[in-house]
């Protein structure tokens, strides 16, 4: 067995692997693989009205709320974003929490004007910043819920008048939120909700078909609404794989059920890190992540011996991202308590030696 911690992709649950591979050879007894049929077929439309109407039951959306599969992964719409709600002579403001929301500002800025109103890029982005006021006159207000890199992660969602838009690519469906207080939610499906390839977009439409510019067709989330996702070849199987990872927390009690289980793992481990002597944790205390638990070492030259440690014990995927170093822990909802468990005995185990 290997314990996958991997920050994305990342670990599925093994009954939607399964799933998904009898799939490939004989999709719902149809003698065809899910790879070879029509997506205009009732075979694959049955696929993604499910999906689409999973996302609305388990975010409790309400009927301004559209729910899309879209192509082109989290990275697109920071581009999209800006094309289809700012106007050039607009300005849109912008939290900076990371390497994410940086990309986000500098796509937006070929589009209108960008107000950044936060950053804590001077701490190498280690916490969430919160005196910060947004100006009512902004077209929309982005922030980027989780920061799958540095591990911090915003607590409270901020309260504003406009808009309100964000990157939920490494929490999505991990928490309970108000989903509807959002004007637009976006995430890269192959962190917590299924495989790459996949990019979940939920738009109130009352904040489309404002805009001066002329949108390319494939970028214009209106037309994306009115073709129910099938303007054109959605990504067939990572709308499926989806779909089985939705279906699958439907199954397991939702968003609140696995929100207490996200909390118990994730407390399992910042204790441990809290109370070794030779493992300490790097976000600060309240902004820290449920999904990404990022550590270092007291002794940056024991590092290497740890990672070495964990391969032979199966622990994968660990190595924190090159810009904060140490380790880096996903704890996304597939990830089982029990992973937690037996990482935060090696943890103790090495510590012994
Ligand atoms: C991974 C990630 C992205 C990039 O996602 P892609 O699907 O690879 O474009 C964007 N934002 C956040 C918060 C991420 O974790």
């Not at 939290?95 to 986000?104: E, F, I, L, M």
């Not at 901020?158 to 999505?172: C, F, H, Q, T």
């Not at 991202?321 to 996304?332: E, I, K």
């Amino acid at each position: 067995m290997i314990y996958n911690f991997n920050a994305g992709p990342s670990v599925l649950p093994q009954s939607v692997l399964q799933e998904a591979s009898n799939a490939i050879v004989n999709f719902n007894n149809s003698g065809l693989s899910i790879l070879e049929i029509g997506h205009r077929t009732p075979l694959f439309e049955a696929v993604m009205n499910e999906a689409i109407s999973l996302v609305k039951e388990l975010m409790k959306l309400d009927d301004d709320h559209e729910v899309l599969f879209l192509h082109g992964g989290a990275t697109t719409q920071f581009m999209q974003i800006p094309m289809n709600l700012l106007n050039e002579n607009e300005t849109a403001a912008y939290a900076d929490t990371g390497v994410w929301s940086t990309k986000g500002i500098k796509e937006a800025r070929l589009f209108g004007n960008v107000d950044i109103v936060c950053s804590s890029k001077e701490s190498n982005y280690n916490f969430i910043p919160k005196d910060f006021a947004v100006p009512n006159a902004a077209t929309y207000f982005h922030i980027t819920t989780n920061n799958t890199i540095y591990g911090t992660q915003w607590q409270q969602i901020p309260k504003v008048s406009i808009p309100l838009v964000a990157d939920m690519s490494s929490d999505i469906l991990s928490r309970k939120l108000d989903f509807n207080s959002f004007a637009l939610i976006f995430a890269g499906a192959q962190k917590n909700m299924g495989a790459a390839g996949a990019t979940l977009v939920v738009v109130n439409k009352q904040i489309l078909g404002k805009l001066k510019r002329a949108i390319p067709a494939i970028m214009d989330y209106q037309n994306h609404i009115k073709a129910a996702s099938m303007l054109n070849t959605p990504p067939v199987f990572a709308v499926y794989a989806s779909m089985l990872t939705l279906r699958w927390l439907k199954e397991n009690g939702g968003v609140e059920a696995i929100e207490k289980i996200n909390n118990q793992k994730a407390d399992l481990l910042y204790d441990a890190i809290d109370n070794s002597k030779i493992f300490k944790p790097t976000a600060a205390k309240e902004d820290r992540s449920k999904m990404n638990v990022c550590f270092v070492m007291e002794d940056v030259e024991k590092e290497k011996a740890f990672l070495e440690f964990a391969k032979q014990n199966n622990i994968y995927g660990i190595k924190g991202h090159r810009s904060v170093g140490g380790f880096r822990a996903s704890l996304y909802n597939a990830l089982p308590l029990s992973s937690v468990e037996y990482l935060v005995g090696k943890m103790k185990e090495f510590e012994k030696r």
